[in-house]
């Protein structure tokens, strides 16, 4: 387990403390770590909606259409 001294502001200490005690938690590490785990689920791997998968293999399975000068064919030159 990695270890961590840190500096923070007066206003992040009492958050911590809140979510500490809003959660009978034992110490502010315990806090920071739930804190961490909620962000990360929340924000960096959210989980794909079953309607999204669904979508995206549909997607999938299409054929491709060929098409050997995309700028030209779209017009972007």
Do not use: C, T
């Not at 958050?15 to 315990?30: A, E, M, T, W």
């Not at 960096?44 to 549909?58: F, G, T």
Request: proline content about 4%; charged content about 35%.
């Amino acid at each position: 387990m990695a270890q961590a001294v840190i500096n923070i502001g007066e206003y992040e200490d009492r958050v911590i403390n809140i979510v500490k005690g809003k959660y009978g938690l034992k110490n502010k590490s315990d806090a920071v770590n739930m804190i961490i785990e909620e962000y990360g689920e929340k924000y960096l791997e959210p989980e794909l909606r079953p309607e999204y998968i669904k979508r995206a293999n549909k997607i999938r399975k299409q054929k491709a259409i060929p098409v050997s000068d995309f700028a030209k064919r779209y017009g972007l030159k």
